[in-house]
């Protein structure tokens, strides 16, 4: 019997100001969770008609060690914190002549460091409850993609976070799992494949289904990992991308 009830345990969602950690918090906070968004610029739909309750929000600098670690304190002094979506991430494409340092210190510190630093802080609280929930974002990239050097190396590494630690969190009720999102039209994806042009084109003919990922799409795979219900289920990969993962379409 678990010592608490999950229900009552807050949601934490990194880079939730727009596309799939804005659909991501929208969906938990429609089935009644209490969710908690972590990025530099608020949420949309923070108080919809349909949440039980309104979406919070904090500033924070994902780079900035210093300013996480302010406000996990902050946050675990108020709340005891259940699940935990890493989603914020950036990518830096470029070749391997062209990757920089600064973009392997920039790629790594918020698709890895950050997310490290973020489990760190809430899973004294989860092994004391004896129940977590952490659902890591990957990408289908990892499969391999041209200038995508510091991304996809970053993105490899959430998958064997994931592996790791799900090993260390299993006897405490808490699992680990990743899903890799395939192409997805957010207005990042619009801005560099416009409605009518040959590129959009091409990645849409690329996918099997014939069709991009919508934000919602991924936000419901995440939902099911996130479930007190899949409690048995850990260390999983979970490709949502049109079949993207199995055609090897690697220029997507």
């Given at each position: 019997m678990m010592p608490v009830n999950p229900d009552d345990l807050l949601t934490i969602v990194t880079g939730a100001s727009s596309g799939l950690g804005a659909a991501t918090a929208h969906k938990l906070a429609l089935e009644g969770r209490r969710v908690l968004t972590l990025q530099r610029h608020p949420p949309p739909n923070v108080a919809h008609q349909d949440y039980k309750y309104p979406i919070e929000f904090r500033e924070v600098d994902l780079?900035?060690?210093?300013?996480?670690?302010?406000?996990?304190?902050?946050?675990?002094?108020?709340?005891?914190v259940g699940y935990l979506v890493n989603n914020a991430g950036v990518n830096r494409p470029g070749s391997i002549e062209a990757v920089t340092e600064d973009d392997?210190?920039?790629?790594?510190?918020?698709?890895?460091?950050?997310p490290i630093q973020l489990i760190k802080a809430f899973l004294p609280?989860?092994?004391?409850?004896?129940?977590?929930?952490?659902?890591?974002?990957?990408?289908?990239?990892?499969l391999g993609k041209t200038e995508r050097i510091a991304y996809a190396s970053s993105k490899m590494g959430t998958v064997g976070l994931t592996l790791s630690l799900c090993l260390e969190l299993a006897p405490f009720g808490i699992t680990v799992n990743v899903v890799a999102p395939g192409p997805v039209e957010t207005e990042l994806f619009k801005r560099g494949h416009p409605i009518g042009s040959e590129r959009r084109a091409f990645v849409i003919n690329s996918v099997p289904m014939k069709r991009l990922g919508s934000p919602e799409d991924i936000a419901r795979s995440i939902s099911f990992f996130l479930s007190p219900d899949s409690g048995f289920i850990t260390g999983q990969l979970l490709y949502v991308c049109g079949g993207v993962s199995v055609s090897g379409s690697g220029g997507l």
């Open positions: 780079y900035d060690h210093k300013a996480i670690d302010q406000v996990t304190a902050e946050i675990t002094q108020k709340y005891q392997l210190d920039a790629v790594w510190q918020l698709n890895i460091k950050a609280q989860m092994k004391a409850n004896h129940f977590g929930r952490i659902v890591n974002i990957s990408s289908r990239a990892i």
